[in-house]
């Protein structure tokens, strides 16, 4: 099939593709809703409708939607809009490749790899972890609904920034700081863990900008003050969920929570990232010129270290909710490393030599390897398989 050919299938099949899995998550969500007990389409998104509906615990901006549909009389279009959130995380993650590729790429290709991006689980041993979920690390989670809005919202804050920080040397529009600044301060209020691990790298590449002096010193300190917003909204957000109650707050416990599931925290650790290591550990020379790596690859850094480091105290202590940062970097290095396998495939295999081009087809088996793992997980939910999938 030629090229043309090609990129004309993917330009139809894409979409109806995404339309298939949001469909599929609209029916899994729906599902979800009328969970009570047992293992069988077990799910957060009881709990959080309880705590929003009958407590009226405003910590998120998942809470407040539920609120707003209770009292409408509308709870059914729940599972709706969090298929819609589905989508949203396809529609922005296809935005970051294109704008990662300079929108060169086919966009039937991109939109096709973006749904892949959103469904790739960890390569899965059996006896290494709990099961294909608990004791694994993955950006492909559908349980959660904070989660599920912070993961849509996230790739949207990157691709904004991404955007200013490519054309700060130049400008900084005061309608695009305000525009990247509420953005960024939704993503923090519907989960704060993205801020998080996203945040301090930010900072790093803005103290590389005043030591290059890539732009005016006024200009980088203003673009720096977008964050105020969001250290307010975590700061409320502490409020509401340890100030009412003694026994809860962080501890400095390296290794608790992450090896709460699992006796084999390195293997797990690689075998949940295996095809973004191997292309990284393939352009190790070139990671400090590819700003695009190197931020993808800094910001689950920082979120793996703040999963390892700190956990927090009494009945939430094994919840593990540090691991949400680390979660959202993983779909991150698994885009970057994506787009520059495809890269190595079409513009640098030929040329390469044979141990090189050896790497570069076990890099394609492992990518295999995490899409039926993820296939196979996101299947075995839609047939009512728990989320945690013990065993």
């Known amino acids: 099939m030629s090229r043309e050919k090609l990129s004309a299938t993917f330009k139809y099949i894409a979409p109806v593709l995404v339309l298939v899995y949001t469909g599929m998550c609209i029916f899994l969500y729906y599902r979800f809703m009328g969970w009570e007990s047992g293992s069988v389409y077990e799910s957060d998104l009881p709990a959080h409708i309880s705590l929003a509906v009958n407590d009226g615990l405003l910590y998120s901006l998942i809470s407040l939607i539920i609120m707003g549909l209770n009292r409408a009389g509308a709870m059914i279009a729940l599972p709706v809009i969090l298929g819609g959130f589905a989508a949203l995380s396809v529609f922005f993650a296809d935005k970051l490749i294109q704008e990662i590729t300079d929108h060169k790429a086919d966009k039937g290709f991109t939109l096709i790899a973006a749904l892949f991006l959103n469904i790739f689980m960890p390569c899965y041993i059996r006896g290494l972890s709990s099961g294909r979920y608990m004791g694994m690390h993955t950006s492909s989670i559908w349980h959660n609904s904070t989660y599920l809005m912070m993961k849509w919202m996230g790739l949207w804050t990157l691709l904004i920034y991404l955007r200013l920080e490519?054309?700060?040397?130049?400008?900084?529009?005061?309608?695009?700081?305000?525009?990247?600044?509420?953005?960024?301060?939704?993503?923090?209020?519907?989960?704060?863990?993205?801020?998080?691990?996203?945040?301090?790298?930010?900072?790093?590449?803005?103290?590389?900008?005043?030591?290059?002096?890539?732009?005016?010193?006024?200009?980088?300190?203003?673009?720096?003050?977008?964050?105020?917003?969001?250290?307010?909204?975590?700061?409320?957000?502490?409020?509401?969920?340890?100030?009412?109650?003694?026994?809860?707050?962080?501890?400095?416990?390296?290794?608790?929570?992450?090896?709460?599931?699992?006796?084999?925290?390195?293997?797990?650790?690689?075998?949940?990232?295996?095809?973004?290591?191997?292309?990284?550990?393939?352009?190790?020379?070139?990671?400090?010129?590819?700003?695009?790596?190197?931020?993808?690859?800094?910001?689950?850094?920082?979120?793996?270290?703040?999963?390892?480091?700190?956990?927090?105290?009494?009945?939430?202590?094994?919840?593990?909710?540090?691991?949400?940062?680390?979660?959202?970097?993983?779909?991150?290095?698994?885009?970057?490393?994506?787009?520059?396998?495809?890269?190595?495939?079409?513009?640098?295999?030929?040329?390469?030599?044979?141990?090189?081009?050896?790497?570069?087809?076990?890099?394609?088996?492992?990518?295999?390897?995490?899409?039926?793992?993820?296939v196979l997980f996101f299947g075995r939910l839609l047939s009512g398989v728990s989320y945690m999938m013990w065993g």
């Not at 203003?222 to 957000?237: C, E, G, M, N, T």
């Not at 927090?312 to 994506?338: K, Q, V």
């Not at 495939?345 to 790497?359: D, E, V, Y």
């Open 166 to 374: 490519k054309s700060i040397a130049d400008k900084l529009e005061i309608k695009s700081y305000i525009y990247f600044t509420l953005v960024l301060t939704l993503t923090t209020c519907a989960k704060p863990n993205f801020f998080l691990a996203a945040a301090p790298v930010m900072f790093i590449f803005l103290v590389a900008d005043l030591i290059t002096k890539k732009a005016p010193v006024g200009r980088l300190i203003l673009f720096a003050s977008s964050v105020i917003p969001s250290f307010i909204v975590i700061y409320l957000q502490n409020n509401v969920l340890f100030e009412q109650k003694e026994d809860t707050g962080l501890i400095f416990a390296p290794g608790r929570a992450m090896c709460a599931h699992t006796g084999y925290l390195i293997p797990v650790s690689i075998l949940s990232i295996a095809f973004p290591l191997m292309v990284m550990i393939f352009h190790i020379r070139d990671l400090a010129k590819n700003r695009y790596m190197l931020f993808a690859w800094l910001c689950a850094g920082i979120g793996y270290l703040q999963y390892f480091l700190f956990t927090e105290e009494g009945a939430r202590a094994l919840d593990a909710n540090l691991s949400w940062g680390y979660a959202f970097t993983i779909i991150l290095i698994f885009g970057i490393s994506l787009v520059q396998w495809t890269d190595d495939i079409k513009n640098r295999f030929a040329g390469m030599k044979i141990l090189s081009k050896a790497w570069i087809v076990l890099s394609g088996c492992v990518l295999l390897w995490h899409t039926w793992c993820g």
